[in-house]
C-alpha cells in the first residue's frame, strides 16, 4: 500500500507512548494501535486533527505516501 502511516516516528519524536496519545486525544488504544499498523481503511478528520494538536504537528507528519501508477485507477467500486 503506498500510504504509510508515520505516526510512531511523531510518538518518538514528542516522547509519548501510543497509550498516553489515545487518552489525550479520547479515542481507545485499540483504535489507535489499528491506526498506526495501517489496518484502518480511514480516519475521521476529526481524529486526525485531534492527533495533530496533541502532537503540535501537521497531517503530513503522521501520513506519507509513495507514488504508484496503479493508484490513478480505484478498483473499489467508487
Given at each position: ?9 511523531m ?6 507512548t ?7 486525544i479520547?479515542?481507545?488504544?485499540t483504535?489507535l ?41 480505484r478498483?473499489?467500486?467508487?
Open positions: 500500500m503506498p500510504c504509510r502511516i508515520t505516526l510512531d516516528a510518538l518518538v519524536k514528542r516522547g509519548l501510543g497509550k498516553e496519545l489515545a487518552a489525550q479520547g479515542i481507545s488504544e483504535q494501535s489499528l491506526f498506526r499498523s495501517g489496518k484502518v481503511r480511514g480516519v475521521r478528520f476529526a481524529t486526525l486533527s485531534a492527533m495533530c494538536a496533541a502532537l503540535q504537528c501537521r497531517p503530513g507528519d503522521l501520513l506519507d505516501y509513495d507514488f504508484a501508477e496503479a493508484d490513478l485507477r478498483d473499489d467500486g467508487e
